[in-house]
């Protein structure tokens, strides 16, 4: 804990979010284990919890009534493509019923799995309009940026106002081939988005740390040719506002001129 709370100080960030992984047994192991990081993070930590609802609807009641008892939960991730289920999935109702009396945001993994055998026909960004549309006071978060289904993601983002995408995992590490291009790759995706959207204030900054570097994940965004304030608010600003986070000002370097 104190050298990812030393990276964040590197990176300049105030606030982390910690997310249950769905290997964990159980909804109350990973609280529990949220439990004791977000005491050794002095504040700046902040719980995400998860629910398989494969395992049933006595597994998912069991989860709401565990959360009942977790103060300041942050938001709730759900898994699908490592587990097979949609968004849509009936058995989710009371974990968005649950989201939307309590105010809080639904975290969506998206795309690619780490897991060979983790299924993708699960995790496109078109299975969560149907939800979307569903639960219109539910905020929704396409973990990834939807990746590889980039334009779809915007076009949620852009379609519903509930919706919003984050930019973590869309750069391995830089020794990975071929890095150089990956970041420009990244950046043009990152402008076809805004462009899709109109607006960039349901863009967040992400990691998927410690799969990508803090720093690596916010120079990416850092460097984009944007207005500073539409920087600020993609690293930090949307985010502090989604998820309830005080934060200080941060002066973003300044970005290249564009070509």
Same mark, same amino acid.
């Given at each position: 804990?104190?050298?990812?709370?030393?990276?964040?100080?590197?990176?300049?960030?105030?606030?982390?979010?910690?997310?249950?992984?769905?290997?964990?047994?159980?909804?109350?192991?990973?609280?529990?284990?949220?439990?004791?990081?977000?005491?050794?993070?002095?504040?700046?930590?902040?719980?995400?919890?998860?629910?398989?609802?494969?395992?049933?609807? @006595? @597994?998912?009641?069991?989860?709401?009534?565990?959360?009942?008892?977790?103060?300041?939960?942050?938001?709730?991730?759900? !898994?699908?493509?490592?587990?097979?289920? !949609?968004?849509?999935?009936?058995?989710?109702?009371?974990?968005?019923?649950?989201?939307?009396?309590?105010?809080?945001?639904?975290?969506?993994?998206?795309?690619?799995?780490?897991?060979?055998?983790?299924?993708?026909?699960?995790?496109?960004?078109?299975?969560?309009?149907?939800?979307?549309?569903? !639960?219109?006071?539910?905020?929704?978060?396409?973990?990834?940026?939807?990746?590889?289904?980039?334009? @779809?993601?915007?076009?949620?983002?852009?379609?519903?106002?509930?919706?919003?995408?984050?930019?973590?995992?869309?750069?391995?590490?830089?020794?990975?081939?071929?890095?150089?291009?990956?970041?420009?790759?990244?950046?043009?995706?990152?402008?076809?988005?805004?462009?899709?959207?109109?607006?960039?204030?349901?863009?967040?900054?992400?990691?998927?740390?410690?799969?990508?570097?803090?720093?690596?994940?916010?120079?990416?965004?850092?460097?984009?040719?944007?207005?500073?304030?539409?920087?600020?608010?993609?690293?930090?600003?949307?985010?502090?506002?989604?998820?309830?986070?005080?934060?200080?000002?941060?002066?973003?370097?300044?970005?290249?001129?564009?070509?």
């Amino acid at each position: 804990m104190p050298g990812l709370l030393a990276e964040m100080d590197r990176a300049g960030i105030d606030h982390g979010l910690l997310l249950q992984l769905f290997e964990a047994p159980s909804v109350r192991a990973g609280l529990e284990e949220a439990a004791a990081q977000r005491r050794a993070g002095h504040g700046r930590l902040h719980t995400v919890t998860t629910v398989d609802p494969t395992r049933g609807k @006595e @597994e998912v009641r069991a989860a709401i009534r565990l959360w009942d008892a977790v103060p300041g939960l942050a938001g709730i991730k759900l !898994y699908p493509g490592y587990k097979p289920f !949609y968004p849509h999935d009936p058995r989710l109702a009371p974990v968005y019923e649950y989201a939307h009396r309590r105010g809080l945001p639904i975290l969506v993994h998206q795309g690619d799995t780490l897991d060979g055998i983790g299924l993708v026909k699960y995790a496109r960004p078109i299975e969560v309009d149907e939800v979307a549309g569903r !639960y219109r006071d539910v905020r929704f978060v396409l973990c990834h940026l939807g990746n590889p289904w980039v334009h @779809e993601a915007a076009e949620l983002v852009y379609k519903n106002e509930n919706v919003y995408a984050d930019t973590s995992g869309l750069l391995a590490h830089p020794s990975t081939p071929y890095f150089d291009r990956m970041v420009r790759q990244a950046r043009e995706v990152l402008y076809a988005t805004l462009v899709t959207i109109g607006r960039p204030d349901r863009i967040l900054y992400g990691s998927d740390w410690p799969l990508e570097g803090l720093e690596v994940a916010v120079e990416l965004v850092d460097r984009l040719d944007l207005p500073e304030e539409d920087r600020a608010a993609i690293l930090g600003g949307n985010a502090a506002r989604l998820f309830g986070l005080s934060r200080r000002p941060r002066r973003s370097r300044a970005a290249p001129s564009a070509k």
